[in-house]
């Protein structure tokens, strides 16, 4: 015991100091904000604002629920045709940026465009079409495309689940409606609640996406403020309500994982035994699957392509542009090397909440998932304002140069950044796994001496694998379309495909911006096929046990 | 379970490899820096343009691409020790906060006072406009009557009921309907420039939040004006000349048409600043061509014709840009929006 006892308070240590690091820029803006000078302007109509902020999450958290626990459920309990293909295939519209999501979602969908077109084409003009660009058009939009956060976490959750409570339910004579209700719900909470709070921050700092759709969140208000007025003190001051914001949604996912803890019993499960769907059942399941994906991500890839082929023909030269190669290292490197980073953070500071650790280790913990729902260009600034700090303080030591300029002319910044911001997708995925190993796992082993370091490899690393691997899947995709942090912070000649997509995008280049967002799309398969052959693995696993 | 260890060990390799191949200009060491560096909130055939020079002077560039908002704290945060000498921005109300920030230095050009006509530039010369585009009335011809828009007052004109239900327009989130509207309030003040926004609100104006979707919808027929940036309209002729819009220069026999400029100003502690002010004088005459022309701009320089596809559209009288109204005006503007309804 005494091996384990001194090695507690290094952990507990090292979780407040990621939180401290992770919190710095964010505390950083929020200082700032408080202590320039000069009246906060405070956009017009901000009331509304808040309304329609509440509307949008509360929209998506419904449609993201339904959707992504729903798909979650359909393909993690049951058999049908192409199910192992569609079982990742649904991850997918995770990978489309938001920047150019809203612009291909109207042009495909709006009055002027392809679809309502063709259905004046068949049924007359006077068909009625529902008002695209409104509250309802991005509820729709949001919740087909960042479903995959709840979908993920919950198949996960599904797969982890030993089979031994539900079949027990299922002996003891409760309906499978009821065991599903009684057994499976609750177990998979803590999984579900982790990814719909973040769906709700990638809801609450969307900028792009609800631009499109004339909605006006409190986020539209900041870049108003910001931009209109260039004032960048009061729009960071206004960024402080949205991390309000983004309080009351973790306070919320607390709540939503409840004070019940619900632990699997000796070694990871083994998932739930899938029933075979019959007749129409069966291909009405691949058809709902189908359909979503065709939505979310079917039809803009097809209208991507269409445009980049309409661009090849134009001027086939630009197909072969060694740039590309370029671009794409960048892209991958940087997000690989963020995701490295997040995934080692959130597995220390798990491991050292799990060894033990007092109320303020807890808190540190929390408060290092908040980047995550403060808008990228806000994380960006304040990781400026925090070299600026250092780089004074340096100087002030008599260091020639200080920092130099190491934030903006190395990737540094970009990865510190990146940190910050996806430490939260990585962490709600590593804890909802942790939460699921049974405390008794690590007291044995710490009771039979084992030093915290041989935990975490020996029984720790083991069981929460899937959620690493979630982990990594969610921060390479969002770290492969980050655009503000890069487009901030980036150095010279260090050019990302978001960045990249985002050059002609701005400029409204749809057709030559095609290719490269088709890149950033096949770029994200690379994590999910990833996960996909450990899905196989783990099912090949299952078959021989 | 050495699985992760193994996985964990691959990923290092990879990088580490990675950084060999990318010869580790991904750490911002090895390669030799250009002899201008430009920070620039344009893009659009930069790279063509800076080539011209680098033939004709051997001065090198590079430019690095970002948003004026996020480019301008850059600046400010690397202070001395930023690598820029150029600041490069689509906006004159950025040029204006720019140079009000005491980030640009002051030029004494006689080149660029001759190029570049007084109201598109800066009295101390810490910025010049080098491109210029109109955000003008476009309409629908089988919808629409030229006659029936008002020559005087064209952005205001658009207030007549009898374009209720016909009008669409770009949201009040994008800078250029939050400088069009600024320049109502410098012309008349800020009562007229609402009374404007909210007829247009009380004509059910269809906002869009993308100029390209604009032209789509009045060459569909769903609306049957909206306004734009001249140079849209040109590209969408160039890539279809069926489309079924016209351009109207707005306000001709009263204040003239709104415009904006693309401009740039010499970084206060850029170590190259004659090269870079070579390179201004450069883009505003004998580059100038090689800077408007792809991109269907009209030159800054009344010397210079504009390109063929936009020269056909004929000349018109454009407002005086105030670029203080720009910078000073904006945030009114987008209260005037916002009260009003406009979304």
């Known amino acids: 015991m005494s091996s384990a006892a001194t090695g507690r308070p290094v952990w507990s240590a090292a979780v407040v100091v990621i939180a401290v690091l992770v919190a710095t820029p964010v505390a950083a803006v929020v200082v700032d904000g408080v202590f320039t000078t000069g009246a906060t302007q405070l956009p017009v109509g901000l009331g509304a604002m808040v309304l329609t902020t509440l509307g949008l999450m509360l929209g998506v958290a419904v449609g993201t629920t339904l959707v992504g626990g729903g798909l979650a459920w359909l393909v993690t309990a049951h058999r049908f045709p192409l199910r192992d293909v569609l079982a990742w295939l649904l991850v997918l519209p995770l990978a489309m940026p938001a920047y150019i999501l809203g612009f291909v979602f109207l042009s495909t969908f709006d009055s002027a465009g392809p679809v309502q077109g063709a259905l004046r084409g068949v049924l007359g003009d006077g068909v009625w079409t529902p008002e695209v660009r409104s509250l309802p058009g991005a509820v729709v939009v949001m919740s087909l495309t960042l479903y995959p956060y709840v979908y993920l976490l ?65 986020s539209v208000g900041v870049y108003l403020v910001w931009r209109g007025s260039f004032d960048p003190g009061s729009a960071t001051r206004l960024s402080v309500l949205v991390l309000v914001f983004a309080v009351a949604v973790l306070a919320a996912e607390r709540l939503l994982r409840g004070r019940a803890r619900f632990h699997q019993q000796g070694a990871r499960g083994r998932g739930l035994r899938p029933v075979t769907l019959t007749g129409w059942r069966s291909w009405g399941a691949s058809a709902l699957c189908l359909a979503v994906l065709g939505a979310g991500f079917v039809v803009p890839v097809l209208r991507l392509l269409a445009w980049a082929l309409e661009d090849a023909a134009a001027d086939p030269s630009g197909l072969v542009d060694p740039r590309f190669v370029d671009y794409l290292v960048n892209s991958l490197l940087v997000a690989a090397i963020a995701a490295a980073a997040c995934i080692a953070l959130s597995l220390a500071m798990g491991h050292g909440l799990r060894l033990g650790s007092g109320r303020l280790a807890r808190s540190a913990a929390q408060l290092s998932t908040f980047g995550y729902a403060v808008p990228g260009a806000v994380v960006g600034i304040g990781v400026l304002l925090t070299f600026d700090v250092l780089d004074d303080a340096l100087r002030g030591l008599g260091v020639p140069g200080g920092t130099g300029l190491l934030v903006t002319g190395s990737v540094l910044g970009i990865l510190y950044a990146y940190v910050v911001r996806f430490l939260a997708p990585a962490y709600q995925a590593v804890d909802a796994s942790f939460a699921k190993v049974s405390p008794t796992m690590t007291l044995s082993a710490m009771t039979l001496g084992a030093s915290p370091r041989r935990i975490l490899t020996r029984v720790h690393l083991p069981l929460v694998r899937p959620g690493v691997m979630v982990a990594l899947v969610l921060v390479m995709i969002d770290a492969v379309k980050e655009l503000p942090i890069v487009l901030l912070l980036r150095p010279f000649g260090f050019t990302t495909v978001s960045v990249w997509v985002f050059e002609l995008a701005s400029e409204n280049f749809w057709e030559q911006a095609a290719l490269p967002a088709l890149v950033i799309v096949a770029a994200a398969i690379v994590p999910v096929a990833f996960l996909f052959r450990q899905v196989r693995l783990l099912d090949a696993l299952h078959r021989v046990g | 379970m050495r699985r992760p260890v193994r996985t964990a060990a691959l990923l290092c390799v990879a990088v580490t490899l990675a950084l060999v191949v990318s010869g580790c200009g991904f750490l911002g060491i090895g390669d030799e820096p250009a002899d201008l560096q430009v920070y620039s909130a344009r893009h659009y055939d930069l790279e063509e ?84 585009r109109a955000r003008t009335v476009v309409y629908n011809p089988d919808a629409v009557d030229p006659a029936e828009f008002d020559p005087q007052d064209t952005y205001a004109g658009l207030t007549d009921p009898k374009w209720q239900g016909r009008l669409c327009m770009r949201d009040e989130t994008a800078s250029y309907t939050q400088s069009l509207v600024a320049s109502l309030i410098d012309l008349r003040g800020r009562e007229y420039a609402s009374r404007v926004v909210q007829g247009w609100v009380d004509n059910g104006v269809e906002v869009m939040s993308n100029d390209i979707l604009l032209l789509e919808a009045v060459d569909a027929g769903e609306c049957d004006v909206a306004i734009t940036n001249h140079y849209y309209l040109a590209r969408e002729l160039e890539a279809d000349p069926d489309l079924n819009v016209e351009p109207y220069w707005a306000s001709q026999e009263g204040a003239g048409t709104h415009v904006n400029i693309s401009g740039a100003g010499i970084v206060k502690s850029s170590d190259s600043p004659k090269q870079a002010r070579r390179l201004m004088e450069w883009l505003a005459a004998d580059g100038q061509s090689d800077f408007v022309d792809a991109n269907h701009e009209y030159p800054v320089n009344p010397d210079v014709e504009p390109e063929p596809l936009i020269a056909e559209w004929g000349e018109f009288d454009r407002m005086p840009v105030n670029a203080e109204a720009y910078g000073d005006l904006n945030a009114q503007a987008v209260d005037v929006l916002a009260e009003a309804g406009y979304r």
Request: aromatic share 10%; hydrophobic share 45%; proline share 5%.
């Open chain 1, 154 to 218: 919950a198949r996960n959750a599904l797969v982890e689940q030993s089979p031994g409570t539900y079949d027990a339910a299922r002996t003891l004579g409760a309906s499978r409606r009821r065991a599903f209700w009684k057994v499976l719900v609750p177990l998979a909470r803590p999984s579900l609640a982790a990814g719909l709070a973040l769906v709700m921050m990638e809801t609450l700092t969307d900028f792009a996406t609800v631009q499109y759709f004339n909605v006006r969140t409190v």
């Open chain 2, 49 to 132: 343009a800076f080539a011209d020079f680098t033939d004709e002077t051997g001065i090198t560039v590079e430019f690095l691409y970002g948003e004026d908002a996020g480019l301008l704290e850059r600046l400010k945060s690397e202070g001395e020790q930023t690598p820029a000498d150029l600041f490069m921005t689509v906006d004159a109300g950025y040029l204006w906060n720019a140079a009000r920030q005491d980030e640009l230095a002051a030029v004494d050009s006689p080149v660029l006072d001759e190029a570049v006509p007084a109201d598109l530039r800066d009295p101390q010369g810490r910025w010049y406009g080098l491109a210029l």
